[in-house]
């Protein structure tokens, strides 16, 4: 405030002139920045509205910083068909593949490339964009206050807190009354930090249902589904998207993710027809524990099925009629081989053939080396293991050792094209490749194992 209007238009100017062309609209989120803290400004006895755009567009600079978001890592790859499989040769496929990427202070982020799948399995990935577009974030309005306090019990919140926060709400409660209740008890400068846990908890699963709506001028490349809710303010990690056919025939394409705050996990749900709208939710019942989510690509019996490892341990298997809610969850595999014995774990969605269901799994041996091996599962009852890969798949190469965690290979997710298994899969944990296996001779094996 001390700059008069030529200092503050010189200044303003030397920041656009170094970045304006790094980002689209860097003056639009100058002023948005600025926005924010018009209250603290007011504190300040400043009258905003008689400030300048320039001297606002120039304050808000002050509280802008970029952010390398792939400058550690990305990895743990997932593919899916495109919708748009129009002007293609034969034999090719239009794919869309995430990434977990992870940047300064290990916070991740989902990010997107295009590529092509030639009729040889050759993978073309398309040339990245420029900018990176913020979403437009709209939360849930509205809450089924039964539903809610099931998931803060799930949560394990303590008792205590819920019912003297959600006692006096009504059935169907809105999202301003709770927030302004929580932020109120918050602001308490004497409460005790086992009370401050529990307050946060409930706010930050209130936040966690939201819309994310992405420009249509913005390159998929661009799109970057960042932490947005206080349950993913420590990262977004292993998205593993499947493109789900219904019983309609419509097709959507859905992801389970871990979503990290610094001290709980919640697992969550995204959903997308375009891949510019997004809809967050997260997952509810006893079977949604732990990491390692992955939805069956169509229902079985009329169900939703998912593969979980509710235990850490082992691989479970579940149904239900509505795909947020997930419960009684019945063990599906346990470690077996030297390689797994530490943890086994999918990959990925399950692949249908007609042989049956495929599963990507991964297996944690020895000095927490991953590997990732393969299963098979009968097509009217997923329970049912047709046969199992003794030794892995996919071993880290010595020349794949070496990352930001050494000796992992690791999958969220392949598919099939021209009769070949395509396995994108993370190296150490740092950057990521893919490998392509014959279908044929991969559930041959697999038949044989049992």
Known sequence: MILDEKQVS?????????????????????????????PLIESMKIDYEAMSLNRKMLIGSYCTMEY???SAAIFNPSIVEDFDQCGLEAGEKRVIISFRATGEGHISS?????????????LQIMKIGHHIDKAEIEHKTLFNKERFLTKLIEMHTQDKYIAQIMQDLPEEFEFAILKNILNTALGDPSIRQERRT??????????????????????????????ISDSESRGIEDARFVRFIDDDDSVRVMATYTAYNGHAILPKLISTEDFYSFRVMPLHGEGAQNKNLALFPRKIKGKYAMLARIDGVNNYIMYSDRVTQWNTPVLLQEPRYTWEFTQIGNCGSPLWTEEGWLVITHGVGTMRRYCIGASLFDLDDPSKEIGRLKEPLLSPLEDEREGYVPNVVYSCGAIIHNKSLILP???????????????????????KSK
Do not use: M
Request: aromatic share 12%; with cysteine.
């Open 110 to 122: 989902i990010v997107f490339r295009r590529g092509i799948l030639d009729k040889d399995n050759n």
């Open 425 to 447: 899969y993370a190296v150490s944990d740092y950057s990521s490749t893919y490998g392509v296996v014959d279908l044929a001779e991969l559930l041959a094996t697999l038949k």
């Open 68 to 70: 390398a978001i792939e």
């Open 10 to 38: 010189e200044t303003l100017e030397q920041t656009l002139r170094e970045f304006a062309r790094r980002h689209r609209n860097i003056s639009a989120i100058f002023f948005r920045h600025c926005e924010r803290i018009k």
């Open 198 to 227: 529990a307050l946060e908890e409930i706010l930050w699963l209130a936040n966690s249902f939201y819309d994310l709506q992405f420009k249509h001028d913005s390159d998929i490349t661009e799109r970057v589904i960042f932490p």
